[in-house]
């Protein structure tokens, strides 16, 4: 290459694909397509099955090198981790090869993704068919360095890549060639009469297009400017390999650059000295043939045919893919991901406690170095491998948290630590809370139960006798509006009963008096049906209003009152009191971090220790408890009525398991979780160990709250509407009834207030049929 840069004539390459070749020079040209341009097609596989680890294999040689810090790249950008990379020498004896392939057994991933020449990828896959590396579970992806050479293989190495898939550049079909293999073959028998007629290769397609261009670049330019300039270096000195430097050279570059048409493998079409991106085609070797599953292409991802319409949006869906055949004959897509085959299970750790174990209880059997475990969380987890879309082999391992004299041999934090170590534990199970500080070290699943932090305290018993408790039953506002019904009604029945009945016609301090006891008012000769009605509606109204207060107020009177013996956690921090929560957890480094002293923080390892310390208070135990949700749930139903929950419920992560960190079976198993938790196999702790109704928490006996104006307002309304409705029908009975009266008012001129008081007066009137109506109305308006 540098020698085309000293000679200024541009150097074609159809053959050299390593992206690192493409900087170096100006007058480089290279008419092949970079290995740069395929490494998000194989991403786009990789995401398409939701593989998470994958690993690469490829050679040491620049060819090799070249292509790796892209497809590391690309598979990053789709949430890929590349767990290992293999290098193999290019003179790799076939021991080099087997150790790579047994350390790659022991792995969990098995997805390979190999770049490699021809004759050691075909050794490669040979030793790998032997020691069983092309059977179900693993997942082959070779680049187009492969692929495309792949008609050139023999028999055995085509055997070995039964299943493998492999990308190389898409050739567009053209009626051209169909004929150009015979013409291609014809040319090769000139050449060399030995050479067996074989398939076109991508790399001959490119061969034949760089030389049109070159034709082509040439032909514009003539041959006027073909002679060449010496350098000026001596023949006899120290450099007797001189070149000139050639005019046309720097023509003949531009003119290859500009050049465009549409070549046997497609446009030839060069940007900064590359052959610009095309769609790459998606293989799966099946039988001695390549099979197209798809292909896939910069603006429209993965897809079965060429896309057409400009509309169709980015997909990576593994629909889009035609039916694939992998290793082992299987139509069924690996996982990526297998337990090593060195025999061991996973290793899922189970905390051995004293207390605090009723969701996980481990027990150890005696004379032997096995364990029962039991619980709800065990039972979680056995649901859990068993919904996996594949079988997990794995066992219960012991970790201690209290030696054997009864001190504290472990906490949750380091439990957690010992997982990401994987040197005991593959996995880890039990009441282990999601944390920021713990997600570090290890991955957490989908959380199977809830989270948070509360509070309990002890509940002191208020039996003081308030000598207002008779008001409290009802609001304000509802005894104002009980009063003013009460006297609105008495006022409406009597307007009603001074028409018709005789007994109503007292003095006003008699009828005062008829309004105040009118509720216990026999009813005797009251006739008019106007006046029933309102008595109905309102005696349904008091009727409804009187059993709701006295049973609001037998409640106040029988009920005892609780309270909790402090009921605000800011109120702990200030006055110093002494707090407790469960040992080996992460709630002193949580408590410190809501405010309170070290000092002041008291841990336990059972229920019975903090209901011994709650119940000794200030002398010598703990004024609050904190823990979890679940764990203070089953406190409380454990101890019924002695405690209760207050202030906030902080938030946090809720129960989960953990794994080491870039584990795929994570994943999976949260999907689990998510599937068990939609179809009800998992029930939320806090019902699985609720405690009866009777022990449901001290809320059911609290005080029961005043009945308010909002539960009557409709029934006041309607009695109000009732009320007013019959005294409208009243006073229309009545206008119509003195309408001779109401006339001879109106025919005297006086003033307004003059003629209302005539009218007040003249209903009051005790006898109005003793009296001539024109003569009674003259003297009235006089008097006035």
Known sequence: MDLGDRASVPILSFSATSPSLIPRTRYFVQTAQSDADQVKAIASIVMAFSWNQVVIIYEDTEYGNGIISYLSNALQDVNARVSNRSVFPKSATDDFICKELYKMMTMQTRVFVVHMSQHLGARLFLKSKELGMMSNGYAWIVTSGLTDLFSLMDVDVVEAMQGVLGVKPLIPKRKELDTFPNIWNAMSLQVDGSIKPTEVSIFGLWAYDTLWALAMAAERIGNKHLKATKNGVDSNSEFPFSLGISKAGPKLLKEILRTRFQGRAGVFHLADGELVQTPYQ???????????????????????????????????SKENFRIIIWPGNSVIAPKGWEFPVNGKKLRVGVSEKSGFNEFLKVVRVPQSNAINVSGYFKEVFDSVMEALPYSVPYEYVLYPFENSDGSSAGSYDNFVYQVSLQEKYDAALGDITITANRSIYVDFTFPYAEGGVASVVPIKYDDRNDKWTFLQPL?????????????????????????????????????????????????????????????????FVANLLISTYTASLSSRLTVQRLQPAVTDVMKLIRSGDYIGCQEGSFLVDFLKGLGFEESKIRTYKSTHDCDEALTNGNNGGISAYFDVLPHINLFLSEFCGKYMIVGPTYRTGGFAFAFPKGLPLVADVSRAIIQLTENGTIVDIGQMNSSNPACAGPESAITPNSMTLQSFQVLFAITGCVTIACLLVSLIIYLYKNRGFLQGVSNFNVSIWSRIHALCRYFVKIDLSSRSKAGHTKNQIQKT
């Open 475 to 539: 609001t304000k506002e509802l005894w104002l509006m009980s009063a003013t019904f009460y006297i609105f009604t008495g006022l409406s029945i009597w307007i009603l009963g001074r028409r018709i009945e005789t007994s109503c016609r007292d003095s006003a301090g008699q009828h005062a008096g008829m309004i105040c006891c009118f509720p216990f008012f026999p009813g005797q000769g009251i006739e008019g049906n106007l006046i029933c009605l309102v008595l109905v509606t309102w005696a």
């Open 282 to 316: 998606i293989v799966n070797i099946v039988g001695k043939r390549e099979r197209l599953v798809g292909i896939w292409s910069p603006s429209y991802g993965i897809s079965k045919e060429v896309i057409l319409n400009v509309t169709t949006s980015y997909s990576t």
